[in-house]
Nanobody, 125 residues
Framework: VQLQASGGGLVQPGGSLRLSCAAS????????MGWFRQAPGKEREFVAG????????YYADSVKGRFTISRDNAKNTVYLQMNSLQPEDTAVYYC???????????????????WGKGTQVTVSS
């Protein structure tokens, strides 16, 4: 099983990035997927979740209206489009998969079956 996150980098405030998380080794379309982040010195926090088919999405208040989660089950990939990035968005971003639950319950950060290794996002001028 592997979750490989990519697409991170250095971006100026107000800029955009698109993260990808490619899954392998499990039936991707049967799993709820989520994005999480961990800033230096802080605990890991929920960013966004998406249901198996992509019809249900849920966001942390801090990113609502700026970030969009999506998935392509044919490509076994989940995405996070991040717009209007701010310095406080600087963190390592992780994707995770869970066999049960919903996009909303991903925010509880419990019972994840698989975690990816993360990709660094730095927002700085």
């Amino acid at each position: 099983v592997q979750l490989q996150a990519s697409g991170g980098g250095l971006v100026q405030p107000g800029g955009s990035l698109r993260l990808s998380c490619a899954a392998s080794g499990f039936t991707f379309s049967s799993y709820v997927m989520g994005w999480f982040r961990q800033a230096p010195g802080k605990e890991r926090e929920f960013v966004a979740g998406i249901s198996w088919g992509g019809g249900s999405k849920y966001y942390a208040d801090s990113v609502k209206g700026r970030f969009t989660i999506s998935r392509d089950n044919a490509k076994n990939t989940v995405y996070l489009q991040m717009n209007s990035l701010q310095p406080e968005d600087t963190a390592v971003y992780y994707c995770a998969a869970r066999r049960s639950g919903s996009a909303q319950t991903m925010a509880l950060m419990k019972g994840m079956d698989y975690w990816g290794k993360g990709t660094q996002v730095t927002v700085s001028s």
